[in-house]
Protein backbone atom coordinates (compact mmCIF):
# COMPACT_ATOMS: atom_id res chain seq x y z
CA UNK A 1 0.00 0.00 0.00
CA UNK A 2 1.54 3.22 -1.41
CA UNK A 3 1.62 5.91 0.89
CA UNK A 4 2.25 9.80 0.42
CA UNK A 5 2.65 12.10 3.82
CA UNK A 6 3.40 15.89 3.48
CA UNK A 7 4.47 18.50 5.70
CA UNK A 8 5.34 21.89 5.97
CA UNK A 9 2.65 23.77 4.79
CA UNK A 10 1.48 27.08 6.63
CA UNK A 11 0.83 30.85 6.32
CA UNK A 12 3.48 32.84 5.13
CA UNK A 13 3.61 36.33 3.62
CA UNK A 14 4.29 37.58 0.07
CA UNK A 15 7.53 37.31 -0.82
CA UNK A 16 8.39 34.63 1.83
CA UNK A 17 9.49 31.14 1.34
CA UNK A 18 8.17 27.64 2.73
CA UNK A 19 9.64 24.39 1.85
CA UNK A 20 7.24 21.32 1.56
CA UNK A 21 8.84 18.00 2.64
CA UNK A 22 6.95 14.20 1.70
CA UNK A 23 7.76 10.67 2.51
CA UNK A 24 6.99 8.08 0.27
CA UNK A 25 6.88 4.14 1.71
CA UNK A 26 4.88 1.34 0.25
CA UNK A 27 6.60 0.27 -2.78
CA UNK A 28 10.31 1.30 -4.57
CA UNK A 29 10.36 5.04 -4.99
CA UNK A 30 12.61 5.12 -7.79
CA UNK A 31 10.52 3.12 -10.13
CA UNK A 32 8.92 6.53 -9.73
CA UNK A 33 8.81 10.18 -11.37
CA UNK A 34 7.11 12.21 -8.59
CA UNK A 35 6.19 15.71 -7.84
CA UNK A 36 3.83 18.00 -6.27
CA UNK A 37 0.50 19.34 -8.17
CA UNK A 38 -1.69 22.17 -6.56
CA UNK A 39 -5.32 22.80 -6.23
CA UNK A 40 -6.92 26.09 -5.15
CA UNK A 41 -10.90 26.67 -4.96
CA UNK A 42 -12.39 27.30 -8.19
CA UNK A 43 -9.47 26.74 -9.92
CA UNK A 44 -7.76 23.25 -12.16
CA UNK A 45 -5.63 21.23 -10.47
CA UNK A 46 -2.01 22.90 -11.26
CA UNK A 47 1.26 20.24 -11.61
CA UNK A 48 3.95 23.19 -10.48
CA UNK A 49 6.82 20.50 -10.47
CA UNK A 50 8.14 16.73 -11.40
CA UNK A 51 11.03 15.04 -11.53
CA UNK A 52 12.33 12.19 -12.52
CA UNK A 53 12.91 8.78 -11.13
CA UNK A 54 16.57 9.48 -10.50
CA UNK A 55 16.18 13.58 -10.26
CA UNK A 56 18.20 14.48 -13.40
CA UNK A 57 15.48 15.90 -15.22
CA UNK A 58 12.79 18.68 -14.13
CA UNK A 59 9.72 19.87 -15.15
CA UNK A 60 7.53 23.65 -13.92
CA UNK A 61 5.40 25.57 -15.30
CA UNK A 62 6.10 29.32 -16.60
CA UNK A 63 4.17 30.05 -13.28
CA UNK A 64 6.49 28.43 -10.29
CA UNK A 65 9.99 28.71 -12.94
CA UNK A 66 12.65 29.99 -11.03
CA UNK A 67 10.82 30.19 -8.14
CA UNK A 68 9.83 26.97 -6.68
CA UNK A 69 12.49 23.99 -6.41
CA UNK A 70 11.37 20.58 -6.62
CA UNK A 71 14.15 17.72 -5.35
CA UNK A 72 13.62 14.11 -3.87
CA UNK A 73 16.20 11.33 -1.86
CA UNK A 74 15.86 8.28 -3.00
CA UNK A 75 17.68 7.13 0.09
CA UNK A 76 15.60 8.40 2.42
CA UNK A 77 12.63 8.30 -0.30
CA UNK A 78 11.77 11.35 0.16
CA UNK A 79 10.30 14.35 -1.86
CA UNK A 80 10.64 18.27 -1.68
CA UNK A 81 9.84 21.59 -3.03
CA UNK A 82 11.21 24.62 -2.15
CA UNK A 83 8.97 27.73 -2.59
CA UNK A 84 10.68 31.12 -2.63
CA UNK A 85 9.62 34.79 -3.32
CA UNK A 86 5.47 33.04 -3.01
CA UNK A 87 2.83 35.06 -4.26
CA UNK A 88 -1.24 35.43 -3.38
CA UNK A 89 -1.66 33.24 -6.11
CA UNK A 90 0.62 30.07 -5.06
CA UNK A 91 -2.15 29.95 -2.03
CA UNK A 92 -3.49 26.71 -2.29
CA UNK A 93 -3.67 22.86 -1.17
CA UNK A 94 -0.30 21.28 -2.43
CA UNK A 95 -0.41 17.73 -2.92
CA UNK A 96 2.85 15.27 -3.45
CA UNK A 97 2.50 13.18 -5.76
CA UNK A 98 4.51 10.16 -7.95
CA UNK A 99 3.86 8.96 -11.54
CA UNK A 100 5.20 6.74 -14.56
CA UNK A 101 7.06 9.23 -15.86
CA UNK A 102 7.66 13.10 -16.07
CA UNK A 103 5.66 13.07 -19.17
CA UNK A 104 2.44 11.20 -17.63
CA UNK A 105 2.46 13.62 -14.60
CA UNK A 106 2.27 16.79 -17.32
CA UNK A 107 -0.70 14.97 -18.98
CA UNK A 108 -2.49 14.90 -15.01
CA UNK A 109 -1.91 11.25 -14.90
CA UNK A 110 -0.72 10.66 -11.31
CA UNK A 111 -0.62 6.50 -10.18
CA UNK A 112 -0.65 7.87 -6.26
CA UNK A 113 -1.18 11.07 -3.87
CA UNK A 114 -1.26 12.11 -0.48
CA UNK A 115 -3.96 14.31 1.50
CA UNK A 116 -1.92 17.67 0.89
CA UNK A 117 -0.79 20.13 2.75
CA UNK A 118 -2.25 23.87 3.25
CA UNK A 119 -0.18 26.53 1.86
CA UNK A 120 -1.31 30.60 2.36
CA UNK A 121 0.09 33.26 1.51
CA UNK A 122 -0.99 36.35 2.44
CA UNK A 123 -0.66 39.96 0.56
Known amino acids: QVQLVESGGGLVQAGGSLRLSCAFS????????VGWFRHAPGKERDLVAA????????YYPYSVKGRFTGSRDNAKNMVYLQMNSLKAEDTAVYYCAAGETIEAMRRGEYDYWGQGTQVTVSS
Open 26 to 33: GRTFSDYA
Open 51 to 58: ISWNGENT
